[in-house]
């Protein structure tokens, strides 16, 4: 992690956080002598009413600065931290973005499908007619725009959505997995659907990102 944000850690006394304990823990690693006691956390998850949001920000009010600290992956994309950032631009308070990895463009660069032009679509919907709907929308702006389609997924339901991938798009389309980017268990393949469903991986409880692309 990049020394300046370190400096952040160490400086910020007010936390709004995804999930307490491991905040607490990701701290202690950025600089032991913390002292986390000192600290306020405000947890904002899927679970925060939205009402609750507003009364987070009450440290800005008196001119002090927080830090938001995600579970996975890049704060506030596709993560319930863009709740505070969207308050915090109403009032009209500096919003600062710290340097570091985001596995949506980590995955992108290293998947060899078009990087000119793609969209983020986040979960895909759990009802299975609108998964269905959703997969045949992203065919067409692949086959129409050439345009790279990303996504994630809950990881324990990862090996259910490749299965329901190669059943549903033509078996000549690329997907491309990257799991536990920059983790230990890094990997990322690109391969047709028909080479997926032929060589499954067990991928089931690794975070991961998905992307689909067309051969020319």
């Known amino acids: 992690m990049p020394q300046s944000n370190i400096e952040v850690a160490r400086s910020v006394r007010h936390f709004i956080v995804e999930n307490l304990r491991s905040a607490r823990r990701f701290l202690k690693r950025c600089d032991r002598s913390i002292d986390i ?22 440290p800005m009010e008196r001119g002090e600065d927080m830090a938001i600290v995600s579970e996975a992956g890049c704060p506030a994309v596709a993560d319930p931290g863009s709740d505070a950032v969207a308050e915090a631009q109403r009032r009209g308070y500096r919003v600062c973005p710290l340097v570091g990895p985001s596995s949506i463009l980590l995955a992108l660069m290293a998947s060899g499908f078009n990087g000119q ?7 895909l919907p759990v009802d299975q007619h609108a998964r269905t709907a959703r997969l045949r929308e992203m065919q067409r702006r692949i086959e129409r725009e050439r345009q790279t389609q990303i996504f994630i997924e809950t990881p324990y339901r990862n090996n259910r959505l490749i299965r329901e991938l190669t059943a549903t798009l033509p078996h000549n389309m690329l ?3 990257a799991t536990d980017i920059t983790g230990p268990r890094q990997n990322i393949t690109t391969k047709t659907l028909a080479r997926w469903a032929a060589e499954p991986a067990d991928i089931d409880r690794v975070p991961s990102i998905f992307l689909l692309f067309r051969q020319d």
């Open 37 to 58: 006691d000192s600290l306020t956390f405000d947890v904002l998850d899927e679970h925060t009413r939205p009402s609750e949001v507003a009364a987070m920000l009450a």
């Open 117 to 123: 032009t793609f969209a983020f679509a986040g979960y």
């Open 175 to 177: 997907l491309c997995v």
